[in-house]
């Protein structure tokens, strides 16, 4: 069973912009599933239309098969979910908030505290929950809004960019909580700008831009369409030029700092011994950037310049009109 | 729902989930009166104990008698209907626009709670911070003047009437409302011109022909007079129909909030 499934999915707003074009995309239960895409790409408006944020102009929205036209309550029972601003009131305490979000649910007041001491413990806010709101980290508020997510202990969670200023060692202990909370069952969509945490967590992905979904497939065979990757060897002795290196490209970011570009059919052995042969020591390597964002970059690009072609072609064919 | 749904969802009992949430906006709304109970209370108490001591023992003196009746006990039901009507309303639009305006009225709009139930639960909230006001107002009533009460019943139903529908008055001033200007406009504008001449402090027998008509359209007149009728057994206007009037109101403004929430007016994109 599909716990998200959209059809032709549109959306315009009232000043015209087209947040969404006919988006189609189906989430099995239990997957890890990431929704990527630059700033503007749709994906903030996908989740306000799932979870009835945001009135859809067109399309068609199940999730766990209940129709968000014709059953909203029993969809919305469904769902638990973070949002990327934060949406809590300020003014009340963490436990009031989880608790009475419970409420909202229909969780009965002495499950809702038993649950409130759970998730607050879990995500270490349970020290902080008789203060106010406000005088939470920023950090400590994005765990409070997860902790306030799960009190209703919803089959599917969207995570609009939880960890979004979070730091490393909180955003890793999220990484496990989230983890867990998959295994047990609960589907999760995540969408993130950190490239990293998607390609750590989600087994299936997407990424939208311009509205329209332009990549679906698992993580793995996306990340497996990785034709080159670019490698960085920090060199011990300076280099004034980039050696010429046959079949690489090859560029000089500083004087001890190498870029090559290595194809997937070649292996780094080989480059290693072209260096070696060089007179070159490598002290160390790493990839460029992370392997999905280069792929994210080549789709994203790669789709805003197939809608810049239509476009032309588009205003192209009106003009003879 | 359809058969793959129904195999696959735990059971869950929709009424109880509708009950449980309204209580929990009810009691929200309990804990916000409370929370800031300097704002939410104290203000109306203070203008009541002045309006008593100005208009009522000063000012009132010289009056003497109106609608057969000591000036201060006339005034009495005029002025706790009027911290009803302020703070029904009052409740309404600071903690729905509020929660607009921090978004946390998104924690309501994601739930499984119905539209009229979320509408429900936010009135109702108006209705108790008026009644606790007007609880306040009473007592302090006590202290300036005897109240006697003709009809308890009809003072209840009145009062309770009132709060709903100016509650939901609140409620769509809220929804409408795009900064806090708006939020302080019909009270200023609207709300405090009808309740000063809606008959809280005089009789309209008083007025001259044309403002006595014009009085007439002023739907507070009818709140105050139904509501000084269960007191003293006197109104200016007829209390079948002020009644009728305030249901009709109450209905229609429930009406009207549930359709634009329904909508999305205010509140989606």
Redesign the interface.
Known sequence: ?NALSVRGLTKT??NGVQALRGVDLDVE?GDFFALLGPNGAGKTTLI?II?????KTAGVARV???DVDT????A????G?V?Q???????ETPY?IVV??A??????RPVARERAEKYLKQLQLWDKRSGISRGLSGGMKRRLMIA?ALMHEPRLLILDEPTAGVDIEIRRSMWDFLREINARGTTIILTTHYLEEAETLCRNIAIINGGRIVERDRMSSLLRRLNVETFLFNVRDSLKAAPELEGYVTNLVDDHTLEVEVSKEESLNEIFARLSSAGIVVTSMRNKVNRLEEIFMRLVEGGAARAAAKDSARALAGGGR | MSAAAEAAAPAVNMSVVRWIGFKTIVIREFGRITRIWGQTIVPSVVTAVLYFAIFGSLIGRRVGVMGGFDYKQYIAPGLIMMSVITNSYGNVVASFFGAKFGKHVEELLVSPLPNWLIVGGYAVGGVVRGLLVGAAVTIVSLVFTHLRVEHPLLVIVALLLTSVTFALAGFLNALYAKNFDQVNWIPAFVLTPLTYFGGVFYSISLLPEWARQLSYMNPILYMVNAFRFGFLGVSDVHVGGAFALMAAAAVVLFSVCVALMNRGAGIRD
């Open positions: 069973m707003y009232r239960q306000g979870t009835s944020l945001v009135n766990f098969e209940h059953q909203l309550e029993a919305k029972a469904c769902i979910v949002p601003e934060f949406n809590f009131n300020m003014f009031t009475n979000q409420g909202f649910y229909g969780i009965a306030r």
